[in-house]
């Protein structure tokens, strides 16, 4: 799951340096949950630790007893909002890439 969000992130630099999409484009998208989240779990994945969070406090990978999701365990992502499992996080992650590229699709590119 760890590498789904390294790669979400890479996709953003990928399209930049196409010139797909500006870099004010990509700024706009990490401004915002859950584009953001997703790259603090990138370089905290690369580098083994996160220098600069994108929000104050920075983010933790925890695993959770869910009982109510008829589970033992999951992970959870705290300290970005409201507590979220990963692979909520992960579709969200998802439908935004999906919204732009559809974007992205619609101006030629």
Not at 59 to 75: G, M, S
Not at 83 to 100: P, R
Request: glycine fraction near 6%; charged fraction near 25%; aromatic fraction near 6%.
């Amino acid at each position: 799951m760890i590498n789904f969000f390294i790669h979400a992130f890479s996709l953003l630099d990928w399209l930049e340096s196409d010139g797909l999409i500006t870099t004010a484009k990509k700024r706009q998208l990490l401004a915002q949950a859950p584009l953001s989240v997703s790259r603090d779990i990138a370089n905290a994945a690369k580098h083994r630790h996160l220098n600069r969070p994108s929000r104050p406090g920075g983010i933790a990978l925890v695993r959770e007893y869910a009982p109510q999701r008829n589970r033992e365990e999951e992970w959870v992502v705290i300290g970005a909002g409201p507590k979220t499992t990963i692979a909520d996080l992960a579709t969200s992650v998802m439908q935004e890439l999906e919204t732009l590229v559809r974007e992205l699709r619609a101006m030629g590119r």
